[in-house]
């Protein structure tokens, strides 16, 4: 169980990185003249990172169905929401050298596909001429915009929660556990849709909008910041939970 646990923790940690780390495409498509290729590797990025949810929800799953004791339940999703919350924070500090990293992607997706370009920067040796163009505003606090950062707190506190809450109700009300695990649906359904109508559109207007020299970027700082403190925040209200009631 504990092998399985640690599988767990790292499938959901390495996807919420992953989709952390595709906004990076979105920056570098802006700041090299392609925002629609940018838009396009993100949105390739984010559902190639949902392939590690097969092996993520059968073994929450799997851990549920075995009885899983609430302390083991509890720690596995405080260590997923906690790693992702550590991953994405090192990804936002290093955000131009991902950038940077994406830009070698758009280059080499000339002669290539979206996934081999993907692997061939990665794993390429060759040294390529490429003229980078660097992410030269850093992030401070005035940048980013309490409102948007708000609404994405929001967003990603359900969108990253909503496997474990749906499970944890399967855990608790057995006789019911295949129609409570169905609840993530609705769980994801709120941060889909904030993403989806509000998030999204405004990043990529932002984006758009070439004269404008830092709101885009204030708005990617702005969601990316709401993003991690999600995970933050929603790790301790887990323990939180766990102390007040489970144990």
């Known amino acids: 169980m504990n092998i399985l646990i640690i599988i767990a923790v790292l499938s959901f940690t390495i996807m919420m990185m992953i989709e952390t780390a595709a ?32 092996s993520f929800l059968p073994i929450l799953g799997f851990l549920v169905e075995s009885n899983i004791s609430y302390e083991k339940y509890f720690l596995t999703a405080v260590l997923c929401l906690s790693s992702s919350f550590l991953g994405s924070f090192i990804i936002i500090i290093y955000l131009n050298k991902v950038q940077n990293f994406f830009q070698k992607v758009f280059y080499l997706y000339k002669s290539s596909t979206i996934p081999v370009a993907l692997l061939s920067a990665i794993f390429s040796r060759k040294k390529y001429e490429i003229k980078y163009v660097d992410l030269n505003l850093k992030l401070t ?15 990603y506190s359900f969108l990253g929660t909503g496997f474990f809450i749906a499970f944890l109700l399967s855990l608790i009300y057995t006789d ?40 885009w970027l204030n708005n990617l700082y702005s969601i990316l910041i709401g993003r991690i403190i999600s995970y933050f925040v929603t790790s ?12």
């Open 236 to 247: 301790i209200i887990f323990v939180s939970v766990y102390y007040l009631f489970f144990k």
């Open 23 to 54: 906004f990076a495409a979105r920056a570098a498509g802006r700041l090299i003249g392609k925002p629609a290729l940018g838009t396009t590797i993100h949105h390739s990025l984010f559902t190639a990172s949902r392939f590690l949810l097969i």
């Open 141 to 155: 606090s005035d940048r980013l915009i309490p409102k948007k950062v708000f609404v994405s707190f929001l967003a």
């Open 176 to 215: 019911y556990r295949l129609t409570l695990s169905q609840f993530t649906a609705v769980f994801h359904g709120f941060g889909a849709i904030i993403v989806s109508f509000y998030l999204d559109p405004m990043l990529s207007r932002s984006i758009d909008q070439i004269k404008s020299n830092n709101m």
